[in-house]
């Protein structure tokens, strides 16, 4: 599978756009306090017009920054408002348990992760035959939950494991689901 970020890189990529738009406000606010020569005054000291203007400012700034970083690094909102704080679900923590087996002939169920000397090599249920593991549509356990959707356009299901250690599968509706859609 080609790459996709992980839940660090979703945080630092929040950290960095909410930065960014912060910056981006109070620079924007300090242009504005300069223009009017310092009369602003929107805190301890007291309020004025220009001291609510340079707050009008900010607040406009920094919203069109967070709306548009948002956009460029697509990141979930709870994550970009909270500069990285509050982490994306990680595809290990929304995957289901899947059946792993050592022998074909003792598989009963619908789909299955089949090992062979500890290491999975195919997966019994998703097709006529046994699809093998390579083939198969798998991601690291700290893959973003959120950077699953181009899978979801080409497969039903998603399995997620790091090297012999198989954590379970996704299911397209359970995607969805994670994603709010009915």
């Given amino acids: 599978m080609r790459d996709m970020r992980t839940i660090r890189d979703l ?3 929040g950290l960095i756009a909410y930065l960014a ?3 981006a406000g109070l620079l924007a606010s300090g242009l504005v306090h300069l223009l009017f020569r310092r009369q602003g005054q929107f805190g301890w000291e007291g309020i004025n017009f220009y001291g609510l203007l340079e707050g009008l400012v ?5 919203t069109l920054s967070l709306w548009v970083a948002k956009r460029a690094v697509k990141v979930t909102t709870t994550t970009l408002l909270s500069a990285g704080l509050f982490v994306p679900t990680s595809a290990r923590r929304m995957a289901r348990t899947v059946p792993v087996i050592n022998a074909l002939q003792s598989f009963e169920g619908n789909i299955a ?3 062979e000397h500890g290491q999975p ?3 019994i249920g998703i097709a006529d035959s046994l699809v093998p593991w390579d083939e198969a549509p798998v991601v690291p356990g700290d893959t973003a939950a959120s950077e699953l959707g181009s899978l979801f356009r080409q497969h039903q299901i998603v ?7 198989v954590y379970g599968m996704i299911t397209r509706e359970r995607y969805f689901k994670y994603l709010g859609a009915k």
């Fill in 159 to 165: 399995f997620v494991a790091d090297g012999s250690k």
């Fill in 113 to 115: 992760v089949l090992l």
């Fill in 58 to 62: 900010f607040l406009i700034v920094f």
């Fill in 11 to 13: 945080r630092l990529a």
């Fill in 121 to 123: 090599v195919g997966i």
């Fill in 21 to 23: 738009a912060l910056i």
